[in-house]
């Protein structure tokens, strides 16, 4: 009698742990036939368009360093795979050294990036968006690189922050897919 009773348990416990797992964001959810809109799409696209909006500029205009920040949380990582080894930076080492010393360095008059494609997810004040990029140097007629960012986002005071971008760059050996391509 114990043991079914332990059975029984177990069995309604699983029964109400039942989790729909959705294949992507336009699927509609098995329990309510409705489907999934990202309640807050428009600011966290607007915020992920902004941080790329600061690191870049037009060939006669001064990087604006100083603004960069602004569009992150103080404590925000970013972690690129140019390499086999992932590089790691907080937004502070990223705007200066390295940032400031790659435009400098390399005598870059024009530096532009934008978003190719990008889709949204949000639970409450955490969000992820997955951003294929192009960046152009110095001029608009050949991009430089693509490759696809991973945007962590968090609301802060009624403010959408990046808390980190994972992301890794086109090679001959790693095309960007389609799927990241499409519209």
């Not at 502070?92 to 934008?114: A, C, G, Q, R, W």
Request: aromatic content about 12%.
């Amino acid at each position: 009698m114990k043991t079914l009773f332990i059975l029984l348990a177990s069995a309604v416990t699983l029964s109400s742990c039942h989790v729909s797992v959705k294949k992507s964001i336009g699927d509609s959810d098995s329990t309510t036939g409705k489907t999934y809109t990202v309640p807050e799409d428009s600011a966290i696209t607007k915020a992920v368009h902004d941080a790329y909006a600061a690191i870049s500029f037009k060939e006669g205009e001064q990087p604006r360093y100083g603004e960069i920040g602004n569009y992150f949380i103080p404590e925000a990582q970013l972690i690129n795979f140019r390499t086999d080894t992932p590089q790691i930076v907080d937004i502070k080492h990223f705007i200066d050294p390295l940032y400031k010393s790659f435009v400098e360095t390399n005598h870059i008059k024009m530096f532009y990036e934008e978003e190719l494609f990008g889709r949204t997810e949000q639970f409450g004040r955490v969000a992820h968006r997955i951003s294929t990029y192009v960046t152009y140097l110095n001029t608009r007629d050949k991009p430089e690189e693509r490759g696809v960012n991973s945007f962590q986002l968090i609301k802060v005071k009624g403010v959408w922050k990046v808390s980190s971008i994972i992301w890794d760059v086109e090679k001959s050996t790693l095309k960007v897919p389609d799927y990241y391509l499409k519209k």
